[in-house]
């Protein structure tokens, strides 16, 4: 608690650690936290997962990413508040890595990766103010819509090209053989941790334990609550009869985690109402999941979080007319850090 | 006029008659009308219709949409006078109806089909919240969006599969032996009913009938505006020279009806003025609903009711800058009954 | 300047005079300018490409669309003042100019182009009323919107054919050997000037060099920075290695021209961050064309001036934010015609 106090006071006056204290909170940001530790256990945690994965390409580019977004945000006179809660940071970091992690790692693939970072910082801006009109967050869209650009736009170019894409096929049903699933814990608990890790596109367990260790440093009920998106995610998808292999590296869990956490925990105050309503966010995004997967096989392209944004979106914006139930203010119990809730205030909504 | 009188108070002082009620109305807003005994003709033509087509699973399924998705909109405490008007019940009807008539009725898939019809109720919220900001209401792009989903996504799931759609393919020109059409009366009266019955995706030229029956009851211009948007639709379809296969079971015809009724009679005042606005809006119809067939041709799924739905918004946005040609007040003549364009100013708007 | 200062009496007395005056600023409004002049010059540089392309239904379609456009505007009653600016004639121009490009110039499409004319004014003011919550322009996106519909549609009628559509393709890489391209004066000049003549559809350098010369009749600053736009955009193609027969004919330059006007020297006052801040959204727009003829390509349709509108829109989106560095105002050194900048407020943004 001391450390905290000092770090927090050594931000507020030395520009340098100010620098790497936003940025921090910008790699927590990507799970809706608001956390230096939690950033700094996260960007670890991407570290490990990107070298065990042998895409260390990936951990540069993500660290890439968020340094020069934070710089471009501040090249444009973002206001100060939400450039302080790491809110310019998390989707530039994101694009920074994925791109090394579906293009191959060519210097062009740097200067394209560089080009792309500045965008997510001009994209969430713009895509901020659109969304400001019906209070709602952009969450991670700044960074699905420039990635899935910059991805489309490579099959254009000879000297930019793909290691992990396509290829682009019309879409066709699942095969039923590939939804028999033998569920025994030695399936399910990886697949759990790969759901957390995949946030980040990376299918590692470590990695995933280490990123649960970072919500829980800033939120108990933020980590059990992410651990349940998976849980219930992963079962719906097995129960419907998705592709197993799919489901064994966390490729239907991750965006459901973050639903589970954006609306369980951060915009809603927990109660059972919000339980059942965040239960439903969470089997709605499994569906927008599956329905993306389709709907962007002939083009190629992943889904990224956009099932995690879409399905958030949708479960946000009744919020008007359920004023009575929902509201954003700090909870009574002390589960959720105040901090956290408190700061997100700042977040230009 | 007494029945309707006493129905009326029944609605008002017991809970249950007003449950009914209010689904009853929410049948009849699939037409934008606010009528609880169209909305009873309406479910009489739906059942007609799936049992002669031997989909007697859509009738239960719309059924079960409408009932289930008016509790989902009451157990998230939606405003009351929108509720009391149907406009919370016909998005998930309409989606009840679908998810049976393009999936195979297996357990598994009613699961699938009440997850969809709870989240059109929230898709409903959100949407309507997104587009008060222009004064547009959503129409039926809810139950549009979430099938749209639904269907996307039981491509990836062994469990749900489809009975009746794609498969994918890459759009190719129509042959223009198939655009040869014989035009006789007897060609053309079952098509004209058809494009009434398949707004509830429907191919029954009873179903057709007792549709206009219904409309007639709660106003005559509104069915005589509808017969005209499915006679327009249709010339326009076989002048282009679409597939005339696809004319006879009504394909091109159901949204232009829709749109007809909405810009011809139900948001706009009839004069002259909007009649062209209308006969212009109906044409336009008709190439969204080509262009959508293109489009989606990919993905293996149908258009659903989206032409009405875009050319309606596209052609309902202008409203402030033609503020003194058009307005949503009462006609001075009596051929729209009062109750109902009264009554749809409770509409979330 | 006195022949300008008498056409001016001229059209603020006779009504002819007017009209003719109107459609002229509507031509020149395709490249973000309020000159009569500029139109003329940009209509004759249109009818040039049109003839010597031997597609000369292309220039009558472009004035048909042009004149009956503004003709439904008025229909519509319109506000006064963006008629008068032009603002409602460059869509449908444009419209009218690409549907005899990609349809065979059959009666039917001559049917077809009308109604598409039409429908594209009134997309015009529901995209207008839409955006106009965030203060952007419509810019060609009603021409872009329509012309997509009216080509998709166009697969479903026997009566409306292409000749220069699709076909259809699932996406795949650029051949490397498509991007070998030996790079000098002979190669580049022609193409840097079609970058210029594509806006209208048309790969000629004699249609570039007349609008650069209407540009520079209202603005030298203006045509300065479409050449800018057009080396950069080029550059930056080749040095990715997209196909050097695309740079060739200008299809990767013409959106980038125009979001450098709109970026450089219209929406924001010329300064060094400005200057910067648009050489990104070049680039971008380099991107989202390369990502879009991806997109596209298994619907076989063009990307038209999409690339530019929605790179515009990202760039113009963060203005509120940026308030303190960029401006509508009038610049202070006189490089662009005050008249230009002042009649532009008319925009009804």
């Not at 905290?4 to 799970?31: I, T």
């Not at 990936?58 to 939400?82: F, H, K, N, S």
């Not at 719906?236 to 966390?250: E, H, I, K, M, Y």
């Not at 927008?288 to 979106?313: C, E, K, R």
Request: glycine letters at 8%.
């Amino acid at each position: 608690m001391e450390i905290r106090e000092s770090w927090r006071r050594a931000a507020d006056r030395h520009p340098l650690a100010r620098f790497v204290d936003l940025n921090l909170r910008g790699a927590s940001q990507v799970f809706l936290q608001n956390n230096p530790l939690t950033g700094l256990i996260i960007l670890v945690a991407v570290c490990w997962g990107a070298i065990a994965g042998r895409v260390p390409q990936a951990a540069i580019g993500a660290i890439l990413g968020l340094v020069l977004g934070t710089v471009t945000a501040m090249l444009l006179r973002v206001p100060r508040e939400p450039l302080r809660d790491g809110l310019y940071g998390f989707n530039p970091l994101l694009t920074g890595l994925a791109v090394p992690i579906f293009l191959r790692p060519t210097p062009m693939m740097w200067v394209y990766l560089v080009i792309g970072v500045a965008a997510t910082t001009v994209v969430t801006l713009a895509v901020g103010n659109v969304l400001r009109t019906w209070d709602v967050p952009p969450l991670t869209f700044p960074f699905v819509l420039t990635t899935w650009l910059l991805l489309l736009g490579a099959y254009q170019f000879a000297r930019i090209t793909s290691g992990a894409l396509g290829p682009p096929t019309l879409p066709h049903g699942v095969d039923p053989r590939a939804a028999q699933v033998h569920v025994t814990g030695a399936f399910l608990t990886p697949s759990l941790l790969k759901d957390v890790s995949e946030v980040f596109l990376l299918a590692n367990w470590v990695t995933g334990v280490l990123i649960l260790v970072a919500l829980a440093v800033n939120s108990l009920w933020a980590a059990a609550v992410a651990v349940a998106g998976a849980v219930v995610s992963t079962l719906v998808a097995l129960v419907f009869g998705t592709s197993g292999q799919a489901v064994a590296v966390g490729l239907y869990g991750f965006s459901a985690v973050l639903t589970a956490v954006a609306l369980g925990c951060v915009f809603y105050r927990p109660t059972w109402r919000v339980a059942l309503y965040t239960l439903l966010g969470v089997v709605v995004t499994v569906v927008i999941h599956a329905a993306l997967n389709t709907a962007l096989s002939p083009l190629g392209i992943p889904a990224l979080t956009a099932p995690f944004v879409f399905a958030t979106w949708l479960f946000l914006l009744p919020k008007r007319d359920l004023a009575p139930t929902t509201h954003r203010e700090l909870p009574e119990h002390d589960i959720v850090d105040p901090r956290v809730v408190d700061e997100r205030r700042g977040r230009p909504s």
